[in-house]
């Protein structure tokens, strides 16, 4: 039978921390779907979409990983698609304290769940969706942190000038389609 894992998480947005774990993931499960989390409770910079859209985009064809997403909790989500293990980075000791809990308190809502967590790489332990987005917000590179993709989407959003290391023709397209700032929360 094919081996299959849940890797859930806000990707708001998604970073080269998420996509290492998804690669990564890749070879112990036959089978990933990477699921955004859709909690009203957070101000969001990217839609469920575009995030959707974000981790696409930045994995390209890769035929064993599904994109999808979820409302309420994780666990009712897990029984819905029939798949009881999840999968979840970890970077810091302060991740393990929320992880364990969450681990933890999953179980106790579904009894077969369990959870895997991947260490984070060297290149990866201090990269988090907040922090990325709080310096692309004031105009630090963010290059080398998220995937070509993603670094055009937070130029868009911010409507910054696009990176000098961005490509040529990357920068057209964020140029082309500065939006303005306003966007932000209220969706
Ligand atoms: P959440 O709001 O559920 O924590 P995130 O998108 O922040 O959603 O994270 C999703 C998962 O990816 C979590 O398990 C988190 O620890 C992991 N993760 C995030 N960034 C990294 C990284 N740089 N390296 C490894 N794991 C990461």
């Given at each position: ?20 774990i ?11 779907t ?19 859209e974000?981790?696409?985009?930045g ?30 980075g ?7 304290d ?6 933890n ?16 790489g ?48 990357a ?7 500065k ?9």
């Amino acid at each position: 039978m094919a081996s299959e894992a849940i890797y859930p998480g806000s990707f708001d947005p998604p970073t080269n921390g998420h996509f290492s774990i998804i690669n990564r993931g890749l070879r112990l499960f036959d089978r990933l779907t990477v699921a955004v989390a859709n909690n009203p409770n957070k101000v969001a910079l990217f839609s469920v979409q575009e995030r959707k859209e974000l981790i696409r985009g930045g994995l390209g064809k890769e035929p064993r990983v599904t994109i999808d997403s979820f409302d309420g909790l994780l666990t009712s989500y897990a029984r819905e698609k029939g798949v009881h293990v999840i999968l979840r980075g970890l970077r810091a000791v302060s991740d393990f304290d929320y992880e364990f809990q969450l681990a933890n308190m999953n179980r106790k809502l579904l009894p077969d769940f369990e959870s895997v967590f991947m260490m984070t790489g060297e290149d990866y332990f201090y990269i988090s969706s907040r922090l990325v987005r709080e310096v692309a917000e004031f105009g630090g590179d963010v290059a080398g942190l998220v995937p070509p993709n993603v670094l055009v989407a937070l130029t868009r959003r911010f409507g910054g000038s696009p990176p000098a290391r961005l490509s040529a023709s990357a920068a057209r397209a964020a140029k082309s389609a500065k939006s303005p700032r306003g966007r932000r929360g209220g969706r």
